[in-house]
């Protein structure tokens, strides 16, 4: 995968390792627990915008699938949480499959449209309680806590470690991924569908798959929230949320994995940290986005990777501006 | 079902259904010179009602409403000066982020200024209702749906017949091509923000006096009215009209579904037909394929 | 171009540490260690208008104390919280206060499904919370470290069906917003209607966002009810009385305590008239027998308000008073260890509040019955008791 | 038989436009056939439908023998049918190095599994696509450009890489649509050596092409459409002088180096 990907991954460790004993404090390391659990959701999701080129609007639908799914079966089903999270990823993909099969022939704002679609459905149903397991509204709590292998995650400290193993797992399969035929043929999709069909890529199988993948993401988030906060509402899982995820894929820099962990680690902490700012916060949220989209166009880790050189030649024109492409479809 | 109950949802539906045509129609307009969904458009319907409550307190309404069109109209422009015209080499996905940050920027704002609370707004005549085979009306919802048909038919004549309402429909065809021969596609950019602006604020102003508007209800019709504007094909006024209509006759009609809780399940019900629609023809009602695959993210 | 982007981006990021470093240094220097008591409030997001008289009347409680010198000879120090009516903004703002401020009791949130997405935590730190949210649930089953000022959803739904039986009233209709408040009143509704035989002809819902409510209202209509009560604590609980005269619907019309707030009357203009509701005796005090024991209070509390910040007082900032002086009687008694605290809290009796005279015990953590209720009702826009 | 493709009776309308009206020809193994045309003749929807981006309307494609009507892009170029583009369709987002790794992905199997564990088999098949690009840009005199972004390349080379790619997916047919078009003459003279390079490695070759210099250069025959329908096919000296073929291009205009894009 590359000695950069390589250097990356043993920085994160070395950071990793670190943090906790520079932060005297638990609460900040719940942060840092937040920033994994919606890493987990922003890589696949970058694989399925970046690599891809794809978008989706309703991923929280997925958060929401795997948070409730493990909820119910641990709460009102008596299964252990392990079990009830394979359950949750399990019915995941399959509603990925089901909703992607259809819907992944559609393209662009018709895409983001049909995927918000997806999203909003679930979150309505969760609301509505069709069947009188979801709680309504009002949601429902009492949902036992993680164990790992036999260790009760029931300190900011212990999550924090395991999310970011987790993280961490998912990222070396994510970059072998992208980093092989398989991650080459989901960028040939973003450079061009045409050329990618006629080199003999499957396009449809591979969007699907790719979309499968972060749906499984997704599920697993969703699990992880459900059992660290002990409470599952819809009121979480709504278009803002699907919205907030794909602003920290974009805001980092989509066309990278990287980019994706970088996204959600600076937006989870400035969003917290804009809290102080009470009535100013929306503002500021709003303020430093568009900052950020002026500065960097193609995401903060991505340009500024660029600007230190390091990506020169490989990244000039993963931000092919959008008049380009426009042109040269409108033209031909 | 009887006549009179079927009246009174479908007005219901029409009266809904009219003010996301016109955030579809601001969507449009927006998204045939730039190619982007501005997702700011529901804070100028927000801004378009805050102003006019603001200003009917000094003024008779028949003069707030035109200033505070305008002023929208300047949010819109400056909006796209600062924020827009610095990013137009950048892809539409990042477009797209800035104009969620620009819907917070002046979601932001507008709390600052007026505040948390919501605001009423006077009907623009007798808040009397109106009986019609049965069905009670306000007479604000024909206010509603004539200010939609005037909208509209203004819309097509500009398109239609003036110089720059042609440069626009250029730019919306092909971009290139309408540099080369002379249009200034920035400033049909521009003019895009502003008109987009002005019919948000328009169908703001309309809905305020039978809702009510406060600084956070712009979300709400920006996803409807994108729900609108995809489901009548992107880019296409009639669309827009079209798919409105149907959405807020959808809901309406979803919510009388005759089972218990049908209404928790309205907004799911309009979506699930979109998408059931959307996986039949890609390129919504009166949408063209070819349209649909020009933008990449 | 970018150079000054990135400039302004800088200049702006430092100057808010700056500012939001001064904010803590600007704390004044008493002799001894301040009593530190969390609050988290929707102060901005869709529950804003919650959790911004919230915000303000404990902050303006705050300060009081602490110009009068303060607890005991600590200083008050509240930290406030946004949550943005968010569960995982509460979850982190919560978890902020208890482990990095180490407040000894928090107060908040705003919202019942905030609430319910922190009782763990309160439970798990062993930290009291008192909730200014209504859901029964909250406190039923009592919840060791959880408890909560407003009214019991239960009672208002109790007052309200007492009301109507008085009346002889039996067929009621039912529309509730779909939040966490709205469901939860939904279902005492529909729990207590068996215990009133009470029959509920229409059970209807509606979003938070949503702005016409015609077609759940002509179902309702045509289920031929006698009254209508609406469950919310959105915005939309206007749209539903403007709609429901609309279309014509003349049966008188119950809201939800959640109506407390002047500005739901103005917005919804000629249409609010004779709506009742029951409510705590904060919206009415000038009515108040003068030995009542609210009284006095009722009436500083407002005119404190209502000076300060120039604007109508609502229940909900009179949660948040409570809240707070529940919490600070018990610094007072016992210092800031937060078992003491919960315990003192868990035995306080006939505490004057604004919501009412609370009396908490180990099997109540609400502290009060539906006798907090008056039923209100409106009158040339304002509000008035119903004399019964 | 010494036919690779036959093509016959091949129909394709958009809507109420007849882009081919029964079209019907054969190309022999090893050569290098032309189609040229006048704007909208067909040319490119005729490649669209031959590498499977369109169903025809009507008719049908033999592909050694076998028919491919209506097969799916990725089985046809599985096959061995790989194709250009007339408005380039470089993978911009990609180095000239990745670009042609992508035309090997027909030709090779790792999957999402096998590639997330990084299984030896995958690193393997990995370094081995990595080494046969890197000789096709040999073969394409590239090997300098590798790793830089493809999109910084100059138009010219951009028109190799996308060759190169296209020949990585090892095609017995190559389908080059335009190769000439926006390169100036002493490119087109490369490009023009680069075709007959290539076909004497043994791989067939249709090309459709404005520049009549080249198509004469290079070709063994060339076939003529106009309005979706055959009009001529034979040896280029021949269709030169085809008065149908004159009728058609001077009712529009000569063909001339560097026609216009359309």
């Known amino acids: 995968m590359g000695k950069k990907n390589l250097f990356g991954l043993a920085s994160l460790v070395v950071v990793l390792l670190v943090v906790p004993h520079l932060l005297g404090n638990p609460y900040y390391l719940g942060v840092l627990v937040w920033c994994g659990i919606y890493g987990l959701v922003c890589m696949g999701l970058s694989l399925f915008m970046g690599y891809c080129g794809q978008i989706s609007l309703g991923h929280a639908g997925f958060c929401a699938l795997g948070a409730y799914i493990s909820g119910i079966l641990t709460t009102r089903f008596g299964f252990s949480p392990w079990p009830a999270l394979g359950v949750a990823m399990l019915a995941s993909l399959l509603v990925a499959f089901v909703v992607g099969l259809p819907t992944l022939r559609l393209k662009g704002h018709y895409l983001a449209m049909a995927t918000l679609g997806f999203g909003m459905i679930i979150f309505v149903a969760a609301g509505g309680d069709p069947f009188g397991l979801t709680g309504g509204p009002s949601g429902f709590w009492g949902i036992p806590k993680l164990s790992v292998f036999g260790v009760v995650l029931d300190s900011e400290v212990k999550w924090y470690y395991f999310v970011w193993a987790v993280v961490l797992v998912c990222l070396v399969a994510l970059l072998n991924i992208v980093h092989s035929r398989v991650g080459r043929a989901l960028r040939s999709i973003h450079g061009g569908e045409p050329a990618a069909k006629a080199m003999g890529v499957h396009t449809a199988r591979y969007k699907t798959q790719t979309f499968l993948l972060s749906a499984a993401l997704g599920s697993l988030a969703g699990s992880f929230y459900a059992h660290y906060v002990g409470f599952v509402n819809p009121h979480p899982f709504g278009l803002n949320f699907s919205i907030h995820l794909l602003t920290m894929v974009v805001v980092g820099g989509m066309t990278n994995l990287w980019g994706a962990i970088a996204g959600t680690a600076l937006l989870t902490i400035l969003t917290r940290y804009f809290r102080v700012f009470m009535d100013w916060g929306v503002f500021f949220d709003g303020f430093i986005l568009v900052i950020i989209m002026l500065v960097f166009p193609e995401g903060l880790f991505v340009g500024a990777a660029r600007r230190l050189g390091g990506f020169v030649s490989r990244k000039r024109s993963t931000g092919v501006p959008g008049q380009a492409s426009r042109q040269a479809a409108g033209g031909g | 079902m009887e006549l009179s109950t079927i009246l009174q949802y479908a007005f219901a539906g029409i009266k809904i259904?009219?003010?996301?045509?016109?955030?579809?129609?601001?969507?449009?307009?927006?998204?045939?010179?730039?190619?982007?969904?501005?997702?700011?458009?529901?804070?100028?319907?927000?801004?378009?009602?805050?102003?006019?409550?603001?200003?009917?307190?000094?003024?008779?309404?028949?003069?707030?409403?035109?200033?505070?069109?305008?002023?929208?109209?300047?949010?819109?422009?400056?909006?796209?000066?600062?924020?827009?015209?610095?990013?137009?080499?950048?892809?539409?996905?990042?477009?797209?982020?800035?104009?969620?940050?620009?819907?917070?920027?002046?979601?932001?704002?507008?709390?600052?200024?007026?505040?948390?609370?919501?605001?009423?707004?006077?009907?623009?005549?007798?808040?009397?209702?109106?009986?019609?085979?049965?069905?009670?009306?306000?007479?604000?919802?024909?206010?509603?749906?004539?200010?939609?048909?005037?909208?509209?038919?203004?819309?097509?004549?500009?398109?239609?017949?003036?110089?720059?309402?042609?440069?626009?429909?250029?730019?919306?065809?092909?971009?290139?091509?309408?540099?080369?021969?002379?249009?200034?596609?920035?400033?049909?950019?521009?003019?895009?923000?502003?008109?987009?602006?002005?019919?948000?604020?328009?169908?703001?102003?309309?809905?305020?006096?039978?809702?009510?508007?406060?600084?956070?209800?712009?979300?709400?019709?920006?996803?409807?009215?994108?729900?609108?504007?995809?489901?009548?094909?992107?880019?296409?006024?009639?669309?827009?009209?079209?798919?409105?209509?149907?959405?807020?006759?959808?809901?309406?009609?979803?919510?009388?579904?005759?089972?218990?809780?049908?209404?928790?399940?309205?907004d799911g019900f309009a979506l699930l037909i979109l998408f059931v629609f959307l996986c039949a023809k890609p390129s919504g009602i009166l949408g063209r394929a070819a349209i649909s695959e020009l933008k990449k993210f | 171009m970018k150079r000054i982007c990135i400039g302004m981006t800088a200049l702006v990021l430092t100057a808010m540490l700056v500012v939001t470093g001064c904010k803590k240094e600007k704390e004044e220097e008493l002799a001894l260690a301040p009593y530190k008591v969390g609050a988290v409030f929707a102060v901005t997001g869709p529950a804003s208008w919650l959790g911004e008289p919230e915000k303000n009347t404990a902050e303006m409680i705050a300060k009081q104390i602490n110009d009068a010198g303060g607890i005991n000879g600590h200083p008050l120090e509240l930290i406030v919280e946004d949550t943005t009516g968010e569960e995982t903004a509460t979850v982190n703002a919560m978890k902020k206060l208890v482990d990095k401020d180490g407040v000894c009791a928090v107060i908040g949130p705003s919202r019942s499904g905030t609430s319910m997405a922190i009782i763990n935590i309160a439970e798990d730190k062993k930290v009291p919370l008192v909730s200014c949210a209504a859901a029964a649930a909250i406190v039923v089953p009592v919840k060791k470290w959880v408890f909560k000022v407003p009214q019991m959803d239960s009672d208002c739904v109790r007052r309200i069906y007492d009301y109507m039986k008085e009346k002889g009233w039996t067929k009621a209709a039912i529309i509730t917003g779909t939040t966490g408040f709205g469901a939860a009143g939904r279902d005492q509704l529909i729990k207590l209607a068996k215990e009133y035989n009470m029959e509920i002809v229409a059970d209807e819902t509606y979003g938070p966002k949503d702005t016409d409510m015609t077609v759940q209202l002509t179902k309702i209509k045509a289920a031929n009810a006698q009254a209508l009560i609406n469950w919310s604590i959105v915005p939309g609980q206007s749209t539903v009385i403007k709609n429901a005269r609309q279309l014509g619907l003349t049966i008188p019309l119950f809201q939800s305590h959640g109506f407390g707030n002047i500005e739901y009357v103005k917005a919804a203009g000629a249409a609010a008239e004779g709506v009742l509701f029951p409510a705590g005796a904060l919206l009415g005090p000038e009515g108040l027998p003068d030995d009542d024991p609210q009284k006095k209070l009722l009436l500083q509390y407002k005119n404190d308000y209502e000076t300060k910040y120039s604007d109508a007082v609502s229940t909900f900032g009179g949660h948040a008073y409570d809240a707070l002086t529940l919490v600070v009687k018990a610094l007072k008694a016992v210092g800031d260890d937060r078992a003491k605290i919960r315990d003192h809290i868990e035995n306080t009796t006939g505490f004057v509040g604004t919501a009412g005279v609370f009396n908490y015990s180990p099997q109540d953590h609400c502290g009060l019955d539906k006798t907090a209720f008056v039923m209100y009702t409106v009158k040339a826009g304002k509000f008035v008791p119903v004399e019964e | 038989m010494d036919n690779i493709l036959r093509v016959e009776s091949l129909r394709k309308n958009f809507g109420g436009v007849v882009a081919l009206d029964g079209l019907t020809f054969e190309v022999q193994k090893g050569a290098i056939k032309s189609i040229i045309g006048p704007n909208g003749a067909g040319k490119t929807t005729l490649f669209n439908i031959i590498s499977g981006m369109y169903r025809p309307s009507s008719g049908g494609v033999w592909f050694l023998g076998e028919s491919i009507t209506g097969s799916p892009p990725y089985v046809t170029a599985k096959r061995g049918i790989s194709r250009t583009f007339q408005n380039l369709q470089l993978f911009a987002n990609m180095t000239v190095r990745e670009n042609v790794m992508v035309g090997r992905h027909c030709r090779t199997k790792t999957g999402f599994l096998r590639s997330a564990l990084r299984l030896p088999g995958a690193a393997k098949e990995e370094k081995r696509t990595a080494a046969e690009a890197m000789d096709i840009l040999r073969f394409v005199g590239l090997e300098e450009s590798a790793q830089r972004g493809a999109s910084t390349l100059p138009f010219g080379k951009q028109r190799v890489v996308e060759m190169a790619r296209a020949l990585a997916t090892d095609p017995k047919l190559l389908l080059l649509d335009e190769p000439a078009s926006g390169l100036n003459l002493r490119e087109t003279e490369e490009i023009g050596r680069l075709i007959q390079k290539i076909r004497d490695t043994g791989k067939t070759i249709i090309v459709v092409e404005h520049d009549m210099s080249l198509v004469m250069a290079i070709s063994e025959e060339v076939l003529v459409l106009d309005h979706g329908r055959r009009i001529a096919e034979g040896p280029p000296r021949s269709i030169q002088k085809h008065p149908e073929v004159l009728r058609v291009y001077l009712g529009e205009e000569i063909p001339h180096a560097q026609s216009p894009e359309s």
């Open chain 2, 17 to 266: 259904g009219s003010i996301y045509a016109m955030v579809a129609l601001g969507f449009n307009i927006i998204y045939n010179t730039t190619g982007i969904i501005n997702l700011a458009q529901g804070e100028f319907v927000m801004l378009g009602g805050m102003f006019t409550v603001t200003l009917a307190k000094l003024m008779p309404l028949g003069l707030a409403f035109p200033i505070a069109v305008l002023a929208v109209a300047i949010v819109g422009c400056l909006f796209e000066r600062a924020a827009i015209w610095p990013a137009r080499r950048s892809s539409v996905i990042t477009l797209i982020m800035i104009t969620i940050g620009g819907s917070f920027l002046l979601k932001g704002a507008a709390m600052q200024v007026w505040g948390k609370n919501s605001f009423p707004l006077r009907p623009f005549s007798s808040e009397k209702p109106i009986n019609i085979l049965g069905a009670w009306v306000q007479p604000q919802v024909f206010w509603i749906i004539g200010v939609l048909a005037v909208v509209m038919i203004l819309l097509t004549l500009f398109f239609r017949f003036t110089l720059t309402g042609k440069a626009m429909r250029a730019c919306a065809a092909n971009r290139a091509a309408a540099t080369l021969s002379g249009i200034s596609v920035d400033r049909m950019v521009l003019l895009s923000f502003a008109l987009s602006a002005g019919i948000g604020a328009i169908a703001g102003i309309v809905i305020t006096p039978v809702t009510l508007v406060d600084y956070g209800c712009g979300s709400m019709y920006a996803l409807k009215g994108f729900a609108a504007a995809v489901l009548g094909g992107l880019g296409v006024s009639a669309g827009a009209v079209v798919g409105g209509l149907t959405i807020g006759l959808m809901e309406c009609f979803g919510a009388a579904l005759p089972f218990q809780g049908a209404s928790s399940y309205k």
